[in-house]
Every structure is written in C-alpha cells, then in structure tokens.
C-alpha cells in the first residue's frame, strides 16, 4: 500500500508555544488529507479535512484558530498547534487519499505539551 | 449520519482457536466498510475493505469479514488467532452517496491473543 509519513513521531514542548506536525504522501498525490485526533484507549476524532489548494473544512467543536491546517501542495499537509496548552497533549494522525482511490494512514504524533 | 459500533471493548482468545470481533453500522445509504488494526503507538494498519460484491472479504494476515447487510453488521474473523495479532482494531464506514468523504471509527475493540 502506499506510505504516508509523519514528523516528528513524538515531540514535547512547553505550555504556550506552536508546533508543526507535517504529513506527507511519499508515493501518490493525495487530493484530500484528514487530521484525526486520538486520546489514550479511545478511537479516532476527525479534526478536518483539507483538499489541496483551499482550506480546511473543520469538524464541529474543532477551534480552526487553533489548529491551523495547510495543504499547500499535493504531497504535503501541516498542522499547527498554536499556544499549545496541556489538554492539547494527544496522539495526532494525519491521512491521505488520492481522488478515488484508498485513504492511507501516517504512524502518527504523540505531542506532549508541559 | 453514519455510525459504527464495536460492542466488546476487549476480547481474549487463545492462540489457535478462531477470533471474532464485532462490528456493526448505520448509513442512510450502501456502506464503503473497513477494519484497521493499531500497535501501540503507531498508526492504523489497514486490513480489509468491503466495497461491493462478495459479502466475504478476505483481508491481510489471514483476517477476513463478513458484510451482512441484513443485520448491519462487518465482523472480523480469523480462523486460528496469533499472539501477534494482540492489537487494537477499528471497525470503520464511509457513506459514499452525495459525494460523502469521511470516514467514521468505531470505538475500537482491544484483542489479547493468549498462549
């Protein structure tokens, strides 16, 4: 199948700064990426979804102030934690999907904010 | 709206003996259903999917499932369970009618394959 990457695969930072995390399809070009978010023995909550070139479409309850979501190009999608604070400490999974075609997974961010 | 449910949290079976893990679902249209499996700290590993066609998907790792449209249901099945296979698995559908992009996750169901 067809790989998608993550970096970092695990980043701690302090209360109040950014971070980026950075997706990208290493083998196809992905028309639509997703961000999930996923706690500690519970499933996967889509964030948004974002089709190259336009902006992100955020799920209810997702502050889009504080996620900033950019897919810039057909092989790469970032998202920034801005002002993280602690309750932002979670797993983050990106995903992607060329038109039609399957949705692949990353290996995921594990973020912990002090 | 579309939703998935995994009713077992956790399932235990002994290495060689056949697993079950359960899945049921709701769309308002015909279902794009999918199992991924999770290790520890990684992302999802996808096994199988049911589009259209044969109701009995076979899959990666010698998991298959059964589309039952009858009873909403998309169990994963292995006839003979490893200690390997000791992983979290979601169960997961998309609505493709009216153009439908998103994939909703079921809860997850932890399995514990036993020697």
């Known amino acids: 199948g067809a790989v998608v990457s993550q970096h970092p695969s695990r980043v701690i930072c302090k209360s109040g700064t950014s971070v980026k995390i950075e997706c990208r399809s290493l083998d196809f070009q992905a028309t639509t990426m997703f961000w999930y978010r996923q706690f500690p023995k519970q499933s996967l909550m889509l964030m948004a979804t974002s089709n190259e070139g336009s902006k992100a479409t955020y799920e209810q309850g997702v502050e889009k102030d504080k996620f900033l979501i950019n897919h810039a190009s057909l092989t790469l999608s970032t998202l920034t934690v801005t002002s993280a604070h602690p309750e932002d400490s979670s797993f983050y999974i990106c995903s992607a999907r060329e038109q039609g075609g399957e949705q692949f997974f990353g290996p995921g961010t594990r973020l912990t904010v002090l | 709206a579309q939703s998935v449910a995994q009713p077992e949290d956790q399932v235990n079976v002994a290495e060689g003996n056949p697993l079950t893990v359960k899945c049921t679902y709701s769309?308002?249209?015909?279902?794009?259903l999918f199992w991924y499996v999770q290790y520890p700290n990684r992302g999802l590993q996808f096994l199988l999917k049911y589009i259209t066609g044969d109701n009995l998907v076979k899959g990666s790792y010698g998991f298959e499932a059964e589309f039952n449209k009858s009873q909403t249901s998309f169990h994963l099945k292995k006839p003979s369970a490893l200690v390997s296979d000791s992983a979290l698995y979601f169960c997961a559908v998309r609505d493709p009618s009216g153009g439908g992009n998103k994939l909703t996750f079921g809860t997850g169901t932890q399995l514990k394959v036993e020697l």
């Open positions: 769309v308002s249209g015909n279902p794009y």
